[in-house]
Nanobody
Framework: QVQLVESGGGLVQAGDSLRLSCTAS????????MGWFRQAPGKGREFVAA????????RYADSAKGRFTISRDNVKNTMYLQMNSLKPEDTAVYYC??????????????????WGQGTQVTVSS
């Protein structure tokens, strides 16, 4: 069983950048495809980006394309989300997730087995 811990959230202004990290422990990190999801106040959880076990394939929500970059370092057991040109509508709690069952870079949250506690990102206008 893998444990996930997110970090790197904070309060920024529109147009700024942030890099989120998700560090895994308790499992073989390279055995898991990974994803980022977010949940804004009063809204459901939504897919942001996903990456396969090797990092060779990535997938993005339309809202993230061109602004966010997902990556991973299987030596450091860490996944990243580089977020540029942030907008107020990016304000949300960001969660990382891991799946050992699917290596397609899935955007479906029910296909992920493990979740972190989340990190808050707030973008002011």
């Amino acid at each position: 069983q893998v444990q996930l811990v997110e970090s790197g959230g904070g309060l920024v202004q529109a147009g700024d950048s942030l890099r989120l990290s998700c560090t895994a422990s308790g499992g073989t990190f390279s055995s898991y495809a990974m994803g980022w999801f977010r949940q804004a106040p009063g809204k459901g959880r939504e897919f942001v980006a996903a990456i396969t076990r090797s990092g060779g394939v990535t997938r993005y929500a339309d809202s993230a394309k061109g602004r966010f970059t997902i990556s991973r370092d299987n030596v450091k057991n860490t996944m990243y989300l580089q977020m540029n040109s942030l907008k107020p509508e990016d304000t949300a709690v960001y969660y990382c997730a891991a799946t050992g069952r699917h290596n397609s870079g899935t955007s479906y949250d029910f296909q992920y087995d493990y979740w972190g506690q989340g990190t808050q990102v707030t973008v002011s206008s």
